[in-house]
Every structure is written in C-alpha cells, then in structure tokens.
Nanobody, 121 residues
Framework: QVQVVESGGGLVQPGGSLRLSCAAS????????MGWYRQAPGKQRELVAN???????NYADSVKGRFTISRDNPKNTVYLQMNSLKPEDTAVYYC???????????????WGQGTQVTISS
C-alpha cells in the first residue's frame, strides 16, 4: 500500500505565504504525476497544480503567477509554494499521486488526508 501525507497548512493573513509539503511512502516503483487539489466549503474539488515526472507543470488560472509546484523525486515529495494569498484560497488542500507500485503494474491514484489552509485577517 501507499501512504500520502500532507503538511504545512495553517492560518495566514491576506498577502502572506505558505508552503505545503506532501510525502508519499510505502510500495513505490515510480510516481508519474503529483498534484495539489483544494476544496472550499460548498464547492467542488478543483485542481490547483500538478507536476509530471519530467518536470512539466500545470496550474489553475486562479493561482497562476502566485503558486509554484515542485517535486523532489528521490524523496517522493511534492511542494506547493503559495504566495500573495487571498481569502478565496481558503480550502482544504489535498495531495494526489499517480503511483506505479511495481514494474508492469497499473498506475493508481493515492490521496492524502488533506490539510487546512485559511486566509483571514
């Protein structure tokens, strides 16, 4: 099995910064894509950013220019640097990893438990 654990959430004022971390562990051969999603109260879960194994990235329009996603492949870890935070960024942030556990096995998605990010004055 694969475990995915996020950390770094908290309370920050508008305009502030926060850095989220997500570490995958367990039976892992290769992680092709790692990404961050968020869900605000009463809203659908949405993609914030993701990054593939070769380093290509994708961002939601709402965070482009403010957030930066990166990954450390030897550590099976992905980061989300969040700058210029706005109240509308308030949400539970979830990490998702597309993992191949063994060679020639199918790729499966694993989710973390989520970490709360609150932007408020």
């Amino acid at each position: 099995q694969v475990q995915v654990v996020e950390s770094g959430g908290g309370l920050v004022q508008p305009g502030g910064s926060l850095r989220l971390s997500c570490a995958a562990s367990g039976s892992i051969f290769r992680i092709y894509t790692m990404g961050w999603y968020r869900q605000a109260p009463g809203k659908q879960r949405e993609l914030v950013a993701n990054i593939i194994i070769g380093g290509s990235t994708n961002y939601a329009d709402s965070v482009k220019g403010r957030f930066t996603i990166s990954r450390d492949n030897p550590k099976n870890t992905v980061y989300l640097q969040m700058n210029s935070l706005k109240p509308e960024d308030t949400a539970v942030y979830y990490c998702a990893c597309n993992v191949q556990q063994r060679p020639a096995m199918p790729v499966q998605t694993y989710w973390g438990q989520g970490t709360q990010v609150t932007i408020s004055s």
